[in-house]
């Protein structure tokens, strides 16, 4: 499973990098998209070109990442985050496009989009065949209290053994102590005549 990760992050890693790298050397198509896009849901983009070279420059930083297999389940969450806003400035005219061959074009590209955002939450949750974090919060606390109900037990068996103990070496304290007495008075009472 490890040389299939190997070989598949940085296939999935592939379109984002290349794609971004293309965005930054050429942002003015998308960044007339972008602006008409932020327009007609009433966000108003300032420098438009700013905003695509940022988005490429997330998505070629956290595809190098995933391809490296560096932070691979962080990278591929930030670049599903940035594929929403590439996927709605680009492929979102489907619906505008007069010529069918043009629709099918774009239906087929948002296809493809969502099925890398599908790949990338699956590499998102991939643990490595480890399990996950909630899991191992989950067991973690099960064998602590799984300790804590021992300690306890063994505690409260080495109370009641010392208990046991102190009582025993007390009665036995007091038990020789009767015994000195009666002996210290026996002792008395031999030498003291009688009256």
């Known amino acids: 499973m490890a040389v299939l990760r190997r070989i598949a992050r940085p296939l999935l890693a592939a379109p984002f990098i290349t794609e971004a790298g293309h965005a930054l050397r050429s942002p003015r198509p998308l960044a007339a998209v972008t602006a008409s896009r932020a327009r007609q849901i009433g966000i108003t983009a300032d420098d438009p070109e700013r905003l695509v070279r940022i988005n490429a420059a997330v998505q070629i930083a956290a595809g190098g990442a995933l391809a490296l297999g560096r932070f691979p389940r962080t990278a591929s969450l930030v670049l599903a985050a940035s594929l929403v806003p590439t996927t709605l400035a680009e492929h979102a005219r489907w619906k505008e496009e007069e010529d069918p061959e043009l629709r099918k074009d774009q239906r087929f590209h948002l296809a493809r989009r969502v099925g890398l955002f599908g790949a990338l939450l699956l590499a998102a949750a991939d643990t490595h065949g480890k399990p996950s974090a909630a899991y191992r919060a989950r067991a973690a606390g099960h064998t602590g209290r ?50």
């Open 146 to 195: 799984k300790k804590a109900r021992g300690a306890t037990a063994r505690a409260g068996g080495h109370l009641h053994s010392a208990i046991e103990t102190v009582g025993a070496s007390t009665s036995d304290a007091l038990s020789g102590a009767g015994r000195a007495v009666n002996s210290a008075a026996g002792s008395a009472r031999a030498i003291l005549p009688d009256r």
